[in-house]
């Protein structure tokens, strides 16, 4: 009895047939992604303040704890294009970011 048990091959995986074909099968981090991008089109529409502005009053408001946060989010800096150029988009971010916090000093 024990030697059945120690012989029989554990099944790893989804059980045979629970996905029928690749369509049905749907990334949760997809469907996240999509939710996110809504709110934040719902956060501009409705409140009229974008993820820039967002970020900026927590950025000012708590920067070590906020840049922490984000820095699970942003790529390795291994990635990150640090060429301070106009079209480059990080540098973009970060000039709208510091303009905001600017402004809200004032």
């Not at 970020?55 to 922490?68: F, G, H, M, R, Y």
């Not at 390795?76 to 600017?102: G, H, Q, R, S, Y």
């Amino acid at each position: 009895m024990v030697n059945d048990l120690i012989n029989q091959k554990r099944k790893r995986g989804r059980p045979v047939g629970s996905v029928k074909s690749k369509e049905k099968a749907v990334s949760i981090v997809h469907v996240i992604q999509q939710e996110l991008e809504n709110s934040l089109i719902t956060l501009e529409k409705e409140y009229g303040k974008t993820l820039a502005d967002c970020l900026a009053k927590e950025i000012n408001e708590k920067p070590s704890q906020t840049l922490s946060n984000l820095s699970k989010f942003l790529p390795n800096m291994n990635f990150v294009n640090l060429n301070i150029t106009n079209d480059n988009p990080f540098t973009m971010a970060l000039k709208e970011i510091n303009e905001i916090i600017i402004d809200g000093d004032s």
